[in-house]
């Protein structure tokens, strides 16, 4: 029942994201320009979402811990950080993961528990309409990038909703405020239309247009059950691609809308 209704609400929150924010006619165009919009400046309005990562710092901490003691004997550690968008705030959340997991080796070594320090790999992973040269900008960053001598990263652009990595390959996983999106549009939904995209870019001023179409209560009713199964759907594969990617006692940490 818990399942059933935590499925339910996150199709009803997707189900009124998207009736806010496309039309009948030019959906997969709207589509297309806000999260353009999107990419071109989510380093700069991204604050709310930095908070929401703040929250989860106790706990990425105890799986950082936790990690670093599990496989005191590996050479590399994988972390994946999915959904990075233009990175700025996955900088601090990476950059906790390897300060805790460095942290607990520096007492294993002195307990002579492990000889060397691991090194870290970090892959941010986005759509490939991404804007990755301003993630490469805030990784060369002095100021806010976590790189430094045994830290690499790269960047691959492809839907988290497909297999990303071999088998039993990463340590560590986190998805921050992405897990809304899915993989597909189950339904094309009519009504009112808020632009968004050009609010964002400021080409013009927000506005509303709406379509000839009505919706019934039965039609709606459909949508939000199309919804809510894509929702499910997409969820369940998620997990079970990062389940088979992730190792044995290996940690994912995600922030969702639900």
Known sequence: ????????????LLLRLMSN???????????????A????????????QSLAHDLTFPSLTIAAADVAKRFSSEEIINIADLGCSQGLNSMRTCGLMIDVIEE???KMIEKQEMKTYSEFMIYHEDL??????????????????????GVYACAIGRSFYARLFPPRFLHMVTCYITLHWLSTTPS????????????????CDATTTTTTTTTTTKDFAQHKERWALQAREDLKTFL??????????????AVMIA
């Open 128 to 149: 490939p309409t991404n804007d990755f040269n301003q993630l490469m900008d805030v990784l060369s960053s002095p100021r806010d990038s976590y790189i430094r001598e």
């Open 104 to 106: 607990e080796q520096k």
């Open 240 to 253: 079970q691609l990062r389940a088979d990617e992730l190792k044995a006692g290996g940690h994912l940490v």
């Open 21 to 35: 924010s496309s039309t009948e006619v030019g959906y997969a165009d709207r589509g297309k320009q806000l999260s």
């Open 37 to 48: 919009s999107m990419a071109r400046t989510y380093n700069k309005v991204g604050g709310s």
């Open 1 to 12: 029942l818990l399942e059933h209704h935590f499925y339910q609400q996150r199709g009803d």
């Open 188 to 203: 094309v939904l009519p009504g009112i239309v808020f632009n968004a995209a050009e609010k964002v870019s400021g080409s």
